[in-house]
C-alpha cells in the first residue's frame, strides 16, 4: 500500500493518517513473522489497517472541505490530482489553418 520513490524511499498516499502507516508497517511485520494469511494475528492486524484506511481517506476530505475558506488551494490540488486526464488548451487556428 506504500508507494516508492525513484530513490527506493517510501512515499505515502496524501490522504493517509499516521495511524493507518502505523497498522501499515505492523501489517508488514506481523506477516514478515507468521508467512500465513491464515493466521488469526496476520487476519486481525489486516481488519484493523484497512479499517483505518478506509476511515482514512474520507476524514482527509472532510477535513479539506471544511478548510476550504482559509486553504482553497489544498482542496483544488486534491481534485485536480484525482482527474483521469489533463485538461489542456488546443491551438488556436485562424481561417487560413
Not at 516508492?4 to 514478515?32: E, P, Q
Not at 488469526?40 to 472532510?62: D, H, L, N, Q
Amino acid at each position: 500500500m506504500l508507494t516508492r520513490d525513484k530513490n527506493g524511499g517510501r512515499v505515502k498516499k496524501i490522504w493517509m493518517s499516521h495511524r493507518a502507516i502505523k497498522l501499515i508497517k505492523k501489517k508488514h511485520r506481523v506477516y514478515r513473522r507468521y508467512r500465513d494469511d491464515s493466521h488469526p494475528a496476520v487476519v486481525r492486524i489486516w481488519k484493523k489497517a484497512k479499517a483505518e484506511i478506509v476511515r482514512s481517506k474520507p476524514k482527509f476530505e472532510r477535513k479539506l472541505t471544511e478548510n476550504i475558506k482559509q486553504d482553497s488551494i489544498s482542496l483544488f490540488a486534491y481534485v485536480r490530482s484525482k482527474a483521469k486526464g489533463k485538461a489542456t488548451v488546443g491551438s488556436v487556428q485562424d481561417k487560413n489553418g
